[in-house]
């Protein structure tokens, strides 16, 4: 009788199978290593993140999200694993390395809540139109980046200062509108603009 071709590999595979033993792993008992590049789940490195969107603007499948938190004071960035696809975007374009893959691969669950993880940072309000535009980890990132730059832009070197304790932060004047003379603060882009733009251009 001739052994068809298949059922003569399986024989073999079968032998084999019983000498060396099965080609499955135990898993869950025993956990197979990945590959050092393996795209795992996804942690922060908390102290390096901004909250700057970077990766919220790239993320294809909308699993990020910045979230800003007036009664806290906080920008939040969260991630939605639920909703990742481990592409990797968000961890090529970070631009401070605060996201990576740990090499976890296990995401079975039965329940269908506590996919998110997230973080927070303090927010800066502009001293004149009183709205968030930043958070303070971000400003200081680009005032060191920018090297002595820095004292061309008072919303970073004051931000710097700040941070040194040698200036302190000021209230935003009520009614107040953007004139040259109020471009000694801390300034959202747009309060910034009018400032300089009001004396030479009017608006
Ligand atoms: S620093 Fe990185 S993780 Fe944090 S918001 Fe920016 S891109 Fe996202
Ligand atoms: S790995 Fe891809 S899908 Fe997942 S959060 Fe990052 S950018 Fe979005």
Known sequence: ???PLPKLRELVEAVRAVVKGPFTTKFPKAVDSVHPNFRGILKFREENCLCCGACVQVCPTNAREIVIDRAKGVKRNIHYAERCIYCSQCVLHCPNDAIYHTPEFDLSRTERGGWETSLEKQLVYCELCGEPFATREHLLWIAHRVGDLVNSNPTLFLTLYQSLGVAAPQEAPAGALPYRSGTLRILCPDC???TYMT?????
């Open 199 to 203: 004396e030479e251009w009017g608006y």
């Open 192 to 194: 910034r603009r009018k």
């Open 1 to 3: 009788m001739r052994i």
